[in-house]
């Protein structure tokens, strides 16, 4: 899967904010915010295919982290982009 390239991270003071470029109809009512180590994936995978093992591998490698925490945390950002529609499942 991969980070839909309408949307755009924005940090705004220490909070970081995902926005779509208003290329096309959205709901902003789906739209998140992201926490410092959310932040770091979407940077670090944003032109990359991922899923949650590569997520999982990225957590600890930059935090003290145990795997299993960083599967659970890789899991729910996933499932949090995926519900606001951020996320393109297949490549393309």
């Not at 096309?24 to 739209?31: G, P």
């Not at 180590?37 to 991922?50: G, M, Q, T």
């Not at 591998?57 to 945390?73: G, I, N, P």
């Amino acid at each position: 899967m991969r980070i839909k390239p309408e949307f755009m991270l924005h940090q705004v003071g220490n909070e970081y904010i995902v926005m779509h470029d208003g290329s096309t109809n959205v709901d902003f009512s789906r739209i998140i915010n992201l926490n410092g180590s959310a932040a770091y994936l979407w940077k670090r995978f944003r032109n990359e295919a991922f899923d949650a093992d590569v997520l999982a591998d990225a957590l600890t490698e930059r935090y003290e982290v145990t795997r299993e925490q960083a599967r659970r945390d890789a899991e729910a950002f996933i499932q949090s982009l995926r519900q606001c529609g951020i996320l393109c499942e297949t490549e393309s």
